[in-house]
């Protein structure tokens, strides 16, 4: 029994996780590599590899599907990047010594963590699930977990499967698809440029229209909330109003978050999913600004005044400030006058469906 | 016909091959296909061993009734159609590939290693954690090293620098016990030197 001439493994682009039996703790770690006439797939546990191999000849397609699991994780490293600089900056506020440096290392440290993880993810790009056909199996390929991963090993695997199988020209699909299933091609095959647009991107999508009750709503509560903002400017001592003002921000987040996922299904106007999504920026970006102004406020206020927590009078006082809040009033009141007039102009044109192109949402590495 | 991996429903032609991610016509699920032509050509069907019709022809071990088309390589039996299998070009009888698997011989078969390179190094490091195990762990660590030296590593490859440092640790974890043991026995007897 003859062994094979030893050979070395190239490693393909990617890592990954494989959970057994949904437990993260003992998943094992995935690779790739390629070899003379196959694809390994590794699999360590611990101090335990498993193979499985996949032959040039018996690879019959390679599936890339995109996921939101990237945007996730930006959320949630975003999100809590957000929740550690907030908690260190009220506790040094509310602190009898504000300009110790430990507590603003400490803060500075925590919250670096997490915006450090976040850049990571960004510069890692978009997330994706790959998976491998053979004539017997479907095999997922946790170490392609990434688009630009699973491009840049497809890229390096392609040639080497075609060398063995061959090339697959549009002629060639077009007459498999024929003979495997007809019944996909009867719709295409009667028009006669069928032939002309074979290899051609799919038709546009036909988005259903959408009722615009959710961006109604969500631009009327954006003229209430820069009321209410107008309000406090005028009686920044009244407690319903601060509570109104906090409930109306939260729920706005919330509101232009689920428009914007909705948006993305159903059709609209072009002017108003932009308008939702330049709304929603700007609230994310109000936010954050004002965090940002109360945490230098306030830790101003604290060291120039030991032992005495800034009221919304004394950030009223402060330079800035109030001009912060009418710009983004105004602001806010101005989407919202314009997107409920948009809004009215949809609904009164029929609430049309919408075409969208195809176009490719991620580009893949050039072809070698 | 191959459908989208979210929503299961089939993907038109242009799909096939795209080279970049094009979203789903139902689902709006960006997806790319790569297409291979064993797609489309079904796999070779099994052939069944044709019966021998002529006296004096060769016959398969396993069959008797059945002519032979080949000899195993490995053990030179001869085998049916049916009995013969296609390794990579390797022709073998099912005895053989079973005993292959078995034995480890047929690495093209091989699915599962354990990597005794890392089970020295875990042994020897992980232990420092609680540092009187390695009282117990520092010579099994000896003991796996020297035992497991020549054991395959990883199939991909990779150089035996796990084992020497394992060893390392083990040896310098052997040395500072002993160290320990003969400081305490040496401060002891002084002690008692000094109580008489």
Known sequence: ?368 | MLSCPRCSKPLPEAFYNSADLLPCPSCHTPVRLEVFPAFFNPPPAGTAGETILVEGESSCFYHPSKRAVAACESCGRFMCALCDLDLNGQHLCPACLETGKRKGKLKQLENRRVLYDSVALTLALWPLLIFYLTILTAPITIYVVIRRWNAPTSVVGRTRWRMVLAAVIALAEIVGWCFVIFFLTHVNQLVRASHR
């Open chain 1, 1 to 368: 029994m003859s062994d094979t001439a030893p050979f070395k493994y190239r490693r393909l682009p990617g890592r990954g996780n494989r959970t057994r039996g949904g437990i993260p703790v003992i998943a094992a770690r995935c690779s790739l590599w390629v070899g003379p006439d196959h694809i390994l797939s590794l699999d360590r546990i611990m101090t335990n590899e498993e193979y499985k191999r996949f032959y040039f000849r018996d690879i019959q397609s390679i599936t890339v599907q995109r996921t939101n699991n990237s945007s996730a994780w930006n959320w949630g490293f975003g999100s809590f990047a957000l929740i550690t600089i907030s908690i260190f900056a009220i506790a040094i506020g509310s602190s009898n010594q504000p300009s110790s440096p430990g507590p603003i290392i400490a803060g500075a440290i925590c919250t670096g963590f997490f915006l450090l993880l976040l850049a990571v993810n960004l510069l890692r790009g978009p997330t994706c699930a790959c998976k491998l056909r053979t004539a017997v199996q479907t095999e997922p390929l946790p170490s392609l977990g990434r688009v630009r991963s699973a491009s840049k090993a497809i890229a390096i695997i392609k040639p080497l499967i075609e060398a063995v199988q061959g090339g697959l020209s549009p002629e060639d699909i077009f007459q498999g698809i024929a003979q495997t299933a007809p019944d996909l091609l009867q719709t295409s095959a009667a028009s006669p440029s069928a032939t002309a647009t074979r290899g051609a991107p799919p038709p546009p999508i036909e988005l259903p229209p959408s009722s615009g009750i959710l961006h109604t709503i969500l631009y009327l509560l954006l003229i209430v909330g820069a009321g209410v903002g107008f309000y406090r400017l005028l009686h920044p001592d009244g407690k319903f109003s601060q509570l109104l003002a906090a409930f109306l921000r939260l729920t706005l987040c919330a509101l232009s978050f689920i428009a914007l996922i909705r948006q993305r299904k159903f059709a609209l106007s072009r002017p108003l999913r932009n308008l939702t999504i330049g709304s929603f920026i700007g609230l994310f970006s109000f936010m954050i600004v004002l965090f940002v102004y109360d945490f230098i406020a306030n830790l101003t206020y604290t060291m120039q005044h030991p032992g005495h927590v800034p009221t919304r009078m004394d950030y009223l006082g402060m330079p800035g400030y109030r001009q912060i809040i009418v710009t983004a009033n105004s602001l806010e009141a101005l989407a919202g006058i314009a997107g409920l007039a948009l809004t009215a102009a949809w609904i009164s044109r029929g609430r049309q469906s919408v075409a969208i192109p195809p176009a490719p949402t991620e580009p893949s590495d050039p072809q070698p």
